[in-house]
């Protein structure tokens, strides 16, 4: 197989699972309508968080922090300050740019296990944050955005967030951009150096390579689109709570890639579906179905290390980005 | 003045690890155009040394002087776009890469620092690959991953990757180890061909390797210089004899 022919195929099985998705719409009952749309908007926070995790091979325990910056650089903004949606949206992806950049700066001077306790130290003082200023947040009971905070115009047409054909399509916007932004990142000069730095980093930098400052690329970007999630989820879903700036949210995202295929494009949108589903069934039937969960879950990562994707890709789909 | 100026200059070059003295005060030339080899006994010096040139390790003290500017100060990557290229002494390709990856790595960065922005040329990328895989031989490997290699081939991956870089300055550190002999006489041709475009700093256990491609020979015990010579002076000297060629 050639170099193009590759490019076409990846191009087209991108291409044919955003179509799938758009067309789920049309077929699904409403309860799975709505399912499907959390899981596109948490699924592109996995999406940025496998470009650091998967990719470059930074394991972060503090990712929650880029997707609160994002929850609440939209929500408080639009809660106090009345801004419309999209302006709100684009104050959380600052939000989440700002708070990358600045993290860069002190945890990559770290790695390996000091990186994830740094991580999670980070994230941590930002989650206390989100309680220690209730005056603004709320803490745990949150703010919630009204059906008019979350309405807004634009050419002429009025798009209200909170009607579920909307906030679907909106979802699958935002995931279909995070998904193509990564693409392209991978498969650009970055993205080679990222998996080189995941494989070898001393032999990276003896390449004439900054490794410093590919790896803070790497965590801007991936914090950035982990905003553009948590921003996305406060304006569709309608609120925005001090639990989604807790550890939970700095596991999820690497249960998920872990699942579906850490260095893959489409891993975490498998994974986020798959455990979404797993806690969905289960709890229908046990209490104790987050152990149900965990025992899956370590069954899976026994039997292929490397996620669905990730076994696929080892044994059959060689061309898999 | 400028042409006869050294490639490399160290001046009193010293590192310590804990009480260790690695290398201790060593003033070091290197002409243009030369092949240089170091010798001398395990734990001498000599990775530390090369180390501290290309930046992997930082000095203690001292000056490292390239093309005459000091680039003691400068990060390991900058002194690669300045043309110094390391080959581990330790094996250390991206095993989990093809050895095409591994090599497009390299010639990325070249072609990258010469263009700045902008698309990468593929078809330029693919032609400058295969052309420094074939120079060393493992053109028809290319598709193979680099940990599937055996530890020869894995050698002469590094020693493409370092050729892809086009340096000035290439750094072998042991390169025939695990070489047969018919490899390693393939191997000291291709150091020849290479030395016609940069100069070459070999350190080399091999003295058949040594005598037939060295132009001078710098020896070290304990991290500072025994003694420096042709070829015929350092085989003929008595101190190096009693060092290191066992007397
Ligand atoms: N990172 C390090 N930390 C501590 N000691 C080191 C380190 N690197 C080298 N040394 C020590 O410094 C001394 C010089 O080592 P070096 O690797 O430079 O020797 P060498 O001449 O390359 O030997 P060889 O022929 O075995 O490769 C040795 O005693 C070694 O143990
Ligand atoms: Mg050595």
Redesign the pocket.
Known sequence: MTPADTTKRVLMLHAGVIAALFLAQFVLPEYHHGVLARVMVLAAYATGYTLLFGYTGLLSLGHAMFFAAGLYGAGLTVYHLGWSPPAGFGAGIAAGLVLSVMVGFVALRTTGVAFMIVTMMLAQAVYLASLYFGEWTRGDEGIVLTQAMRTFEIAGATIDLSLPDERFNAALILYACSLLICLAVVRAPLGRVMVAIRENEDRTRMLGYDTFQAKLMALALSGTLSAAAGASYALLFGYAGSTFASIHYSIYPLLWVLLGGAATTLGPLIGTLAITYMIDVTSGFTSAYLLLVGVMLVLLVLWSPNGLLGALRDRKLAWLP | MAALEPLLTTRSLSRR??G?Q??ANVDFQVQRGEIRAII??????????V?LVCGR?PASEGTIVFEGEDITGLPAHTRVLRGIAYTF?ITSVFANLTCHDNVALAVQRTLLSKQRWGRLDRHALTAEVMAALERVGIADLAAVPAGKLSYGHQRLLEVAMGLALNPRLLIL??PTQGLSDAEIASFCDLVRTIAEEATILL?E?NMHVVMSLAHAITV?NN?AILAEGDPASISANADVQQAYLGG
């Open positions: 690890f804990g260790l690695a290398v001398g006994p395990n734990g001498a010096g000599k990775t530390t040394l180390s390790i002494q550190d042991e350190i256990h070290m991290g």
